[in-house]
């Protein structure tokens, strides 16, 4: 399965131009992608031989401005429609886009059976996973039975997620990760056990109906790139401190769990939770999608209880606590803010 930094071959792909309509076609058995809207070949950074010189972090940054040297600009990449098709029974995702998917459409699309098989896994497995989805409308597919169901990664900014259905998905419903928004969050039945797997900030969650769990995390050792509204020009650069999410007139529903405590579990474990003793390596940690993975969180009841670590709009800043402040609470490994608040941008973004 090929990271995003590489090439990500599909049955049909667009991959680096603009405005393709890809409607009512019926795509299955894929051994890798149904559709990709990924990145141009020569772009990117393979992994030859194992020698893993930089990490994927480094990588991808590398990667997003070569592509801005090469023409990503909405004027010449994305603003593709994909509508009305079923995809089924592809190994790695149904729909994959790296860049390439910014500023389109995706909707009324039946996607399932996604890495049904498990043939293979890695981190590109979903019913459709993004990066870079730049005021992309995801709107009115039914996604279940998938590994994933959607995955935004990086750079999910103006995007819209709106009136889909998903269900009986494996890890989760909703995946997103290391993207500052803003991004929406509307009118979608989320109802597979796990419903969302947040690990981002600058969402608004807006009349939707959860069934499921969350699992909130901060990711402060990666710095991903925020961008200018409307645009592929990048503003800055920050880490991921979370909890800067609003939620308005959702509906919450109980899953039976009659446990009212905090489950320490690790961040991509799913439900259910396997006994600690089943999957581990040899230095003791958790094994989950295939690698260690030590980042400790915590499951909630059904709601939002996973926020409650996070600050709100209440608390005092963490540039205002003094270093004792910050000692007796237990924040002293917190730093500092190195971006605005992601809802500064909110106004500017019309689209949402």
Not at 193 to 218: E, K, T, Y
Not at 239 to 257: A, H, Q
Request: proline share 5%; hydrophobic share 35%; aromatic share 10%.
């Amino acid at each position: 399965m090929a990271p995003p930094t590489d090439y990500q071959e599909g049955l049909i792909g667009p991959h680096w131009s603009k405005g393709w309509i890809i409607e009512n076609n019926h795509i299955s058995e894929s051994k890798s992608v149904g559709i990709s809207l990924g990145t141009r070949v020569g772009t990117g950074h393979k992994k030859i031989r194992n020698k893993h010189n930089k990490g994927g972090t480094q990588r991808e940054q590398e990667v997003i401005f070569q592509a801005l040297r090469d023409g990503w600009h909405k004027d010449q990449v994305g603003s593709h429609i994909v509508r009305g098709n079923v995809i089924h029974d592809c190994e790695q995702a149904g729909i994959v886009g790296h860049m390439g998917a910014a500023f389109s459409q995706i909707y009324q699309n039946k996607i399932y059976n996604i890495h049904h098989k498990r043939l293979r896994h890695g981190a590109e497995v979903a019913g459709i996973k993004l990066h870079a989805a730049l005021d992309t409308q995801i709107s009115e597919n039914n996604i279940h039975g998938c590994y994933r169901g959607l995955w935004l990664d990086w750079q999910a900014q103006g995007t819209r997620i709106s009136r889909n259905v998903f269900f009986e998905n494996v890890s989760e419903d909703l995946f997103v990760e290391v993207c500052h928004g803003p991004y929406l969050v509307d009118h979608n039945l989320f109802l597979s056990p796990m419903n969302f797997r947040n690990m981002a900030q600058g969402g608004a969650f807006i009349h939707n109906l959860f069934a499921g769990r969350f699992v909130v995390q901060s990711e402060l050792t990666r710095t991903t790139p925020y961008h200018f509204p409307h645009n592929t020009m990048i503003a800055g650069y920050s880490n991921i401190t979370g909890g800067d999410d609003r939620y308005y007139n959702n509906v919450f529903l109980g899953d039976g769990d009659d446990t009212t405590e905090p489950v320490p579990i690790t961040f991509f474990e799913h439900l259910p939770l396997k006994p600690r003793e089943e999957e581990r390596d040899a230095n003791g940690k958790v094994v989950m999608d295939g690698v260690p993975d030590d980042a400790i969180c915590y499951l909630h009841p059904v709601g939002l209880g996973s926020y409650n670590s996070h600050p709100n709009q209440k608390d005092k800043p963490w540039w205002e606590y003094s270093k004792e402040e910050l000692d007796d609470s237990g924040m002293k490994r917190k730093p500092l803010l190195l971006a605005m608040p992601c809802f500064q941008l909110l106004f500017q973004v019309t689209s949402i």
